[in-house]
């Protein structure tokens, strides 16, 4: 798979950066093991499950403002195309009889969603710098599709903290953690892939490290 960003910044005024960014989608070609089982048991297998995966474009736009030599803020703004993702069919997949073969397809029904965030940065010494933001994302799932992946959530919450630490003029590493809170919700639903019924809760912990240099 491959993709593509371009992206400009403007500087309107003293310690003010405007920036917009467009980031592509991609297409990736997944084949993987696919394993059918009932009552826990597993009952067939297939190694020759494939899938394709779209991914969606995201469009973004920031704004930084200095208030000082070590203390700024920023406001940002995402815009993904979630539509993609009608639904995900899986082709090979575990057959219910040994003889056949199976394509399976999970209903999605996602729609495009809007994300906003803000945050602060705060330059601790000249080589350390802390950033710390919150963000609010509407939800891309349909209601009215159910799944174990489903995010029921109209909205959901992200709080996040950064540390970058200059080694030298040329070398900088980074270290960020994230995490994101999702209500919990039910699901009741019947598809051709399988009955779902239950009590989803579902929590999300990113931690990044990062590490850059430059000429």
Do not use: C
Request: proline content about 5%; glycine content about 8%.
């Amino acid at each position: 798979a491959w993709g593509w960003h371009i992206g400009g910044m403007l500087k309107p005024w003293r310690g003010g950066f405007i920036g917009l960014s467009y980031y592509s989608s991609s297409i990736f070609k997944v084949k993987g093991t696919s394993e059918l089982t009932v009552n826990g048991q597993p009952t067939s297998t297939s190694d020759n499950a494939t899938a394709t995966l779209t991914t969606p474009f995201v469009v973004r736009f920031d704004y930084f403002q200095a208030l000082s030599h070590k203390f700024g803020v920023m406001v940002g703004a995402n815009y993904t195309n979630w539509s993609v993702f009608q639904s995900y069919t899986i082709y090979n997949a575990a057959p219910i009889h040994p003889s056949t073969t199976t394509t399976v397809t999970l209903p999605l029904g996602f729609t495009n969603a809007w994300q906003y965030s803000l945050g602060a940065r705060y330059v601790m010494t000249p080589k350390l710098t802390m950033i710390a933001g919150i963000g609010i994302e509407t939800s891309p799932a349909d209601p009215s599709v159910k799944t174990p992946t489903s995010l029921e959530s109209p909205n959901y919450w992200t709080l996040g903290i950064s540390a970058n630490y200059d080694i030298s003029q040329h070398i900088n590493l980074g270290l960020s953690y994230g995490h994101a809170f999702f209500s919990k919700h039910s699901v009741d639903s019947t598809s051709a892939a399988g009955i779902y019924k239950g009590q989803i809760s579902i929590d999300s912990n990113v931690i990044a490290t990062s590490a850059s240099i430059t000429f």
